[in-house]
């Protein structure tokens, strides 16, 4: 059984830059695709970014383009999210999910086969 664990949330101010991972036990990672989602105060949950299980393409939503960049470590079996010019509005927590030999479609959040508990983000002015 995959289980998936985030790290490097923390508290930083706007325009500073923070790297999250998402490291996996239970499963050899460079096999699934992996997405991160958020979800800020009295909001639901968002779409952020993917990684391809197959050759590692990323895809974005509008909002990070840009400013976040999503990679592979395969070291140490985990995904990162590098976040950089961080906004107030990107306060939330961060959660990744991922699929074994089955890519996650852009806006996806129904149908995953894994989920980490998240790693909280606050970015002050």
């Known amino acids: 059984q995959v289980q998936l664990v985030e790290s490097g949330g923390g508290l930083v101010q706007a325009g500073g830059s923070l790297s999250l991972s998402c490291a996996a036990t239970g499963g050899t990672f460079s096999n699934y695709a992996v997405a991160w989602y958020r979800q800020a105060p009295g909001k639901e949950r968002e779409f952020v970014g993917t990684?391809?299980?197959?050759?590692?393409?990323?895809y974005y939503a509008d909002f990070v383009k840009g400013r976040f960049t999503i990679s592979r470590d395969n070291a140490k079996n985990a995904v990162l999210l590098q976040m950089n010019n961080l906004k107030p509005e990107d306060t939330a927590v961060y959660s990744c999910a991922a699929n074994l030999y089955r890519d996650i479609l852009v806006n996806t959040q129904d149908g995953l086969d894994y989920w980490g508990r998240g790693t909280r983000v606050t970015v002050v002015s």
């Open positions: 990684i391809s299980w197959y050759d590692s393409s990323t």
